[in-house]
T-cell receptor
Framework: NAGVTQTPKFQVLKTGQSMTLQCAQD?????MYWYRQDPGMGLRLIYY???????DKGEVPNGYNVSRLNKREFSLRLESAAPSQTSVYFC?????????FGPGTRLLVL | AQSVTQLGSHVSVSEGALVLLRCNYS??????LFWYVQYPNQGLQLLLK??????LVKGINGFEAEFKKSETSFHLTKPSAHMSDAAEYFC?????????????FGEGTQLTVNP
């Protein structure tokens, strides 16, 4: 099993550009999550999906949208990137409350 | 509302010394508590979790944590540090075990192991 996979690993954007971060899990988990990690701030929840067909805002949703494409895939979209969105983004899936993380996407917005 | 406080953003120990990373939590419901480890340029890996079965929880790589309700603490320990333990450690509290349960993370503690 690959677990949780994320693409791309690294991306550079210019201010105003858009992009979609992809996440997939092969563990048949119902719930999936998107976090951002910034130095000294731990991980902050952007959006999550409790089950296929549902999505909810987390702590820092502004500037992002998500799509739960099917049970396996959960994408995060930045419609108009801003320098404040420079961060490392992690996707996770969960079973019985325990979350399993992907390797992350490093995003730099210039 | 839940919160996690990790005391000490940086901890430095000598190889072979005791590792103690502190975590205090606040939760309005019986807590589910976790420790994760993050090695450089990698994702978070589960070290251990507390779900009320036992107050002393053993995890991977020789780590363990003790749940103390009276102190609202869940400190992480390892008797003898190894160079490979150098990483960032995160304590987290969950609001449940059902679908859609959410984790609240502490700010992390960077562990340095000196030879």
């Amino acid at each position: 099993n690959a677990g949780v996979t994320q693409t791309p690993k690294f991306q550079v954007l210019k201010t105003g550009q858009s992009m979609t971060l992809q996440c997939a899990q092969d563990m048949n988990h119902n719930s999936m999550y998107w976090y951002r990690q910034d130095p000294g701030m731990g991980l902050r929840l952007i959006y999550y999906s409790a089950s296929e067909g549902t999505t909810d805002k987390g702590e820092v949703p502004n500037g992002y949208n998500v799509s739960r494409l099917n049970k396996r895939e959960f994408s995060l979209r930045l419609e108009s990137a801003a320098p404040s969105q420079t961060s490392v983004y992690f996707c996770a899936s969960s079973e019985s409350g325990t979350q399993y993380f992907g390797p992350g996407t490093r995003l730099l917005v210039l | 509302a839940q919160s996690v406080t990790q005391l000490g953003s940086h901890v430095s120990v000598s190889e072979g010394a005791l590792v103690l990373l502190r975590c205090n939590y606040s939760s309005s419901v019986p807590p589910y508590l976790f420790w994760y480890v993050q090695y450089p340029n990698q994702g978070l890996q589960l070290l251990l979790k507390y779900t009320s079965a036992a107050t002393l929880v053993k995890g991977i790589n020789g780590f363990e944590a003790e749940f103390k309700k009276s102190e609202t603490s869940f400190h992480l320990t390892k008797p003898s540090a190894h160079m490979s333990d150098a990483a960032e450690y995160f304590c987290a509290v969950s609001d449940g075990e059902t679908s859609g349960s959410r984790l609240t993370f502490g700010e992390g503690t960077q562990l340095t192991v000196n030879p």
